[in-house]
């Protein structure tokens, strides 16, 4: 019985790609100059994964209004790699003037991959407006971020956060590498968020600008070059739309004279992500709630351009306990036909396990159609 459960959730072949929903706290990482992002990484199954594993909107809407919250989906990408989404937030008022936040976020698929850790303290002048500092600590201090933010909430169930990102504030000065930054990466943005107390809507913002970053690496021979822009919007009523822009440049040469130990060259990414859902309430105690998704990415590069573009008509029922969503992925060149089963187990009305096995129904007839597995779980105070 073990066997068969873990076998459930690494059989899943499609990469998933994600909206980023917290742009004040993403910003450049080690991690992200290791790996030009190209056209290498198009799959043309991952979107259809993604919608299908995205949490639902009725999570965001309790992540919104209530001050501790919990919730993650862990889900198998291939047999060697999961998909993580992960989010915890405690948020508490100190005094008339003082609030703490901590939050933590763990995002990995095949295009991000963050951790966050960030803690943050603010001054309220009055109800409306506040003053905050925030950042992240870690054992090797050349990660450390810091940042400040200005605050306006014109009421208490709408917040708006102009912030400054000051990425890897320490590495020149507390580095036990060799590599430095000639031209120091910050992120500058605005968000915004706001949510009805008693109904399930809500809507945010979000632009964000990660300044030109030149990034030097001796000992390796490269010098890595980025910069980042996104805009996104997520409006949820009686129905729920989601649209983001992200363009990316990046590139990695040799040092002047040198020849580099990794591999060199450059690429400019475009995409864009995009879905409209509308729920109607059928006669009986089931829900069904229709959608489409279109979604472009384009990708740059020396060596030539690559494109991939999508649109995917969803359609989904729903009763509380099951949930079924049926995926058709339409591409320039073939189709992809994806169904999803979910149950889910009510522990109380605040906590929530689901359990969802998908399915490729034209690998049905080719004897091979698990989809793969995704287990999402949430908890709040």
Known sequence: ?????????ITLQAHAISFESFSEFVSLTEDEQTLLEGSSSIDTKYSAAALSYQKPSLWHWHWLKNSIFFDLSIGSIDGTHFLIDDRLKLYKKLNDSFEFRFTYIQEQNIETNYLIHNLELIYWFNKAFGLGGFGEAFYNKRKNDAGLALFYKPHDAFENKLFFTFVDITRNDRNDMSDSFTQNPMAVGIVGRSYEKERVEFFEYALSFEMPTVWRFPNENYEYKYFKKLASLFYKTQFEAR???????????????LTSTVSTGAVRTDRLLSYFRYPMALKSTWNFTPGLAFNHRQWEEDAGGASLTEIIPHFIFDNGFWNFEYDFTIHKKSSEHRLATTYQIAFSEKSNLRIMATWDLVGIFRNKPWGGGNAQFVVYF
Do not use: A, D, I
């Open 243 to 257: 649209l983001e822009f992200m363009q990316k440049y990046e590139s990695k040469y040799s040092l002047q004279g």
């Open 1 to 9: 019985m073990l066997k068969l459960f873990f076998s459930f959730f």
